[in-house]
């Protein structure tokens, strides 16, 4: 049988028979090309990881403002030690599966209550799109109304609340602090806190306690003011919270009993602070940055690094 023109194309390695479009990247034999700019020369310029998520996920190079406090937001939510997403990658890597796995497992905790905030973000930007609709401009009637709704239908409010700390998470405060002083805290910084204020006014007025803001509120609403939307936010966090609880996981195969249900291994309540028995380093200071080399090096020579290397 005569082979048709596309048959004899492909076995020649032309055109192919299906295309993919995207707008992300495309490679060649010479290059890969990461939203129009060439990934390698990115990298020999000098822009960070950082930087590469901007044009990852809004096409942009930002400004050296906004990549420190993504850079910022990063480095504090490596880590929030025993979590839901750390005892998901703990118990399942207690299967003994393979590490991605335990990560996947891990990352699928994240949702309203913990981990990155989409659902924080969705929140926001439906009363913010219903705000220009009305013509509404004052976050402060913005966050009343969003308030009364929300206790109305016994709805928990994205942003707030964290059970383990008595202030909240004591990365929060610190996170719009840094947001302001890099001048990168817009309307969601704002709208967080109105809430915060206006749910605290009717919460002393009943006689409650305080409520304090999480890193859904501070970190999600400091991601979006940088311009990422609720989803690009959730990646983010998950690909910075994903390396801990990788972490996690080695250290449940390296020196956990498999099934997690040996004999030698009591059955614990994972989430409870009091059952945590830190094993680590002591507390120490941080190094300041221009002293980094000088401490690496110390550090190094000294080996006690080895013991916690995983």
Known sequence: MEKTKKEAIEKKGGEPVTRRKSAISYKTREKVVLRGYNLSELAEAGYTFE????????GRIPMENEMRMLRYEMAEFIEHS???SAAAAITTMGGRPLLPAAIAAAIMCFGAAHGPGAAHGYMCDEFF?????ENKKDLKELAKTLVDEYLRDKKAIQGLGQP????????VYPTFRRSQLLGTAGIY???????????NRRRIKGGKSLVHPNMIGAGNSSLMDLGFSPLGSFIIGSVSRGYSC?????EQLKKGHAWMASRREKMIQLLDLSMMKYEGPPDREVPPL????????EQKEKGE?????L
């Open 129 to 133: 799109e219903r705000a220009a609709k």
């Open 164 to 171: 383990q700390h008595i202030y909240g998470d004591p990365r």
């Open 189 to 199: 910084n704002q709208f967080q806190i109105e809430i915060l204020n206006e749910l």
């Open 82 to 84: 025993m979590s839901p």
């Open 290 to 297: 221009r002293d980094r080399d000088k401490y690496a090096q």
């Open 305 to 309: 690094w080895k013991k916690w290397n």
């Open 246 to 250: 990788a972490v996690h996981a080695i």
């Open 51 to 58: 930087d590469g998520i901007f044009v990852l996920l809004q």
